[in-house]
Nanobody, 124 residues
Framework: QLQLVESGGGLVQPGGSLRLSCAAS????????IGWFRQAPGKEREGVSC????????NYGKSVKGRFTISRDNANNTVTLQMNSLKPEDTAVYYC?????????????????WGQGTLVTVSS
């Protein structure tokens, strides 16, 4: 099955760090821009960060800018989201998805091959 698989979620204390990974199953990531999105309990899914297929362009949501860093390793077919200075409001299920057009990465309806998500809980 052609989809993305997220991993790396877990429970972390406020101020801590987590590193999420997004791996491709059955296809190559290197022609896709990849976006990270999250959905907190009772809220709509929102964009977190996007990275272009080559990795030379990135963008971040206002709430995570300066704390999260997106990167990719096309040789290993993975995209990583490094999350630092985590806050309780970062608690959510985090998803990655793909699009062939970086400029469309912020628009969820243009993303495909959504993974099942990985839960991040920030709590003391």
């Amino acid at each position: 099955q052609l989809q993305l698989v997220e991993s790396g979620g877990g429970l972390v204390q406020p101020g801590g760090s987590l590193r999420l990974s997004c791996a491709a199953s059955g296809f190559s990531l290197d022609v896709y821009a990849i976006g990270w999105f999250r959905q907190a309990p009772g809220k709509e899914r929102e964009g977190v960060s996007c990275i272009s297929s080559s990795g030379d362009q990135t963008n971040y949501g206002k709430s995570v800018k300066g704390r999260f860093t997106i990167s990719r390793d096309n040789a290993n077919n993975t995209v990583t989201l490094q999350m630092n200075s985590l806050k309780p409001e970062d608690t959510a299920v985090y998803y990655c998805a793909a699009t062939k057009t970086f400029s469309l990465c912020v628009f969820q309806r243009y993303l495909e091959r959504w993974g099942q998500g990985t839960l991040v809980t920030v709590s003391s």
